[in-house]
């Protein structure tokens, strides 16, 4: 279900720990893998026509969270 090509596919990336988990950078990189996915531009990690995608990045000692939800206008 949550694999590359399943219902609902979940860090198509291979997520933050595949990156190395860098500290500040981590919301960019999930925002860059989205918009990648929306522009067709994912290569063998793209899901097939995205309509929606979502970040969610916890920060700090788990008191700020921040959420990010994006709608494929093509």
Do not use: C, D
């Not at 720990?17 to 999930?30: D, M, V, Y």
């Not at 918009?35 to 990045?57: C, D, F, I, S």
């Amino acid at each position: 279900m949550t694999e590359l090509n399943g219902e609902l596919p979940v860090n198509t990336s291979g997520g933050l720990k595949a990156k190395g988990h860098p500290i500040s950078p981590t919301g960019l990189a999930q925002v860059y893998e989205i918009v990648k996915q929306m522009r067709n531009n994912a290569e063998e990690r793209q899901v097939k026509k995205p309509k929606y995608g979502l970040t969610h990045n916890i920060g700090g000692v788990g008191a700020m969270a921040t959420v990010h939800i994006f709608k494929n206008l093509n």
